[in-house]
C-alpha cells in the first residue's frame, strides 16, 4: 500500500468528521474535500472490482471502516456519496457483500443514533 493511499484515507476520516461534529462554512468546506478525496479514490480503482486488483486487498481492508460512517455525514451534511461518487459507491456496496466485512461493521443506522449521541455531547446541536 503506497503512502496515497494511507493520507487518502486520513483526510478523508478528518473531512468525515467534520461533518457532523460542525455546522456552516466549516462543514461545507469538509464536505468538499470529503468529495474530493473520494473522487480521488474512485480514479485509482480504474477498472478492478478493488483497489488495486481484482480482489480484497490491503486498501479495501484499510478503507470500508469508514463506509458505515457515511449515512451519518449524508444526513448531517446533506449530500449523497451515491450521487457525487457512483464508481466508489459500487465499489463500497461489493465490500459490504463479503460476509466478513458485512459482520465487522456497525448498522449504518445505528450509527447514525450514536452520531446523534455524540452532537448532543459535543454541543453540536
Known amino acids: 500500500m503506497n503512502g496515497g493511499f494511507v493520507l487518502s484515507i486520513f483526510i478523508l476520516y478528518d473531512a468525515g ?30 477498472d478492478n472490482l478493488y483497489f488495486r486488483s481484482e480482489t480484497f486487498g490491503y486498501v479495501d481492508l484499510y478503507l470500508i471502516p469508514l463506509y458505515c460512517w457515511f449515512h451519518a455525514y449524508e444526513m448531517y451534511a446533506k449530500f449523497s456519496v451515491a450521487a457525487e461518487c457512483p464508481k ?30 455524540l452532537r448532543k455531547t459535543f454541543g453540536v446541536e
Request: glycine content about 4%; hydrophobic content about 35%.
Open 17 to 46: 468528521r467534520k461533518k457532523w461534529t460542525t455546522t456552516g462554512e466549516v462543514q461545507d468546506v469538509a464536505k468538499k474535500e470529503f468529495i474530493e478525496v473520494i473522487k480521488t479514490l474512485e480514479g485509482q480503482l480504474r
Open 88 to 117: 466508489f459507491t459500487v465499489w463500497a456496496k461489493r465490500c459490504m457483500q463479503k460476509e466478513s466485512v458485512a459482520k465487522s461493521l456497525p448498522d449504518e443506522k445505528k450509527n447514525l443514533g450514536f452520531v446523534a449521541e
